[in-house]
């Protein structure tokens, strides 16, 4: 990232709601990564826009078509919403920081991610998330197409496997991202 480019830059929070954290061992050494890069980028006035993923109750955005979600349709629509999309409290926004609510793996799918993207100017968006291979993989293609310039915090995102975590950010996401530590890019 161009140190002068920062006023074009947001920070994406991604799927770092609690029950979904609770899929993941070492959480606590994850999510403190996570929150650094949150005071990194708070500190630099780059934005921090978290994306969560929800339904409205009895969860008719879910398509019985949708392998992934259709699985679990039946027990999200019983679901209180409000919890399941409770961001944990260790990377928790600040009062006034965006909250985006998309209804598909990608940010941008069944959200207004991509409006609050443009209305801010924001050209170069730096992902974090969980999991590699669900949000930060199809967000990262859908911004690639969308013409964003893409960083990964590679550390500041998570996978149930581990090697698909590895294989991705070393071989797949540096095709069309820049891929770096969330140390280094608190250097910049």
């Not at 480019?5 to 609770?22: C, E, H, P, R």
């Not at 996570?34 to 921090?48: H, L, Q």
């Not at 965006?98 to 609050?116: C, H, N, P």
């Not at 294989?167 to 280094?184: G, H, W, Y």
Request: glycine content about 6%; hydrophobic content about 40%; proline content about 4%.
């Amino acid at each position: 990232m161009e140190p002068n480019k920062q006023n074009n830059t947001a920070l994406l929070v991604m799927d770092m709601q609690t029950t979904i954290l609770g899929m993941l061992p070492e959480v606590k050494d994850f999510t403190g990564k996570v929150a650094k890069a949150i005071t990194n980028a708070r500190t630099k006035n780059i934005p921090v826009i978290y994306v969560v993923v929800g339904f409205r109750p009895g969860t008719p955005e879910i398509s019985m078509n949708n392998k992934g979600f259709a699985a679990r349709k039946e027990s999200m629509a019983k679901a209180n919403m409000d919890e399941w999309m409770k961001i944990d409290t260790s990377v928790a926004p600040l009062p006034g920081e965006i909250i985006v609510t998309k209804r598909r793996v990608s940010a941008f799918t069944g959200s207004d991610l991509e409006v609050v993207l443009r209305a801010l100017g924001i050209q170069h968006i730096v992902l974090s998330g969980i999991a590699t291979s669900g949000v930060v993989l199809s967000t990262l293609r859908e911004a690639a197409d969308k013409d964003f310039r893409i960083t990964v915090l590679s550390d500041c995102c998570a996978d149930g496997d581990q090697e698909v975590h590895q294989v991705l950010t070393t071989k797949v996401f540096p095709r069309q991202a820049d891929v770096i530590t969330s140390e280094e890019w608190g250097k910049m």
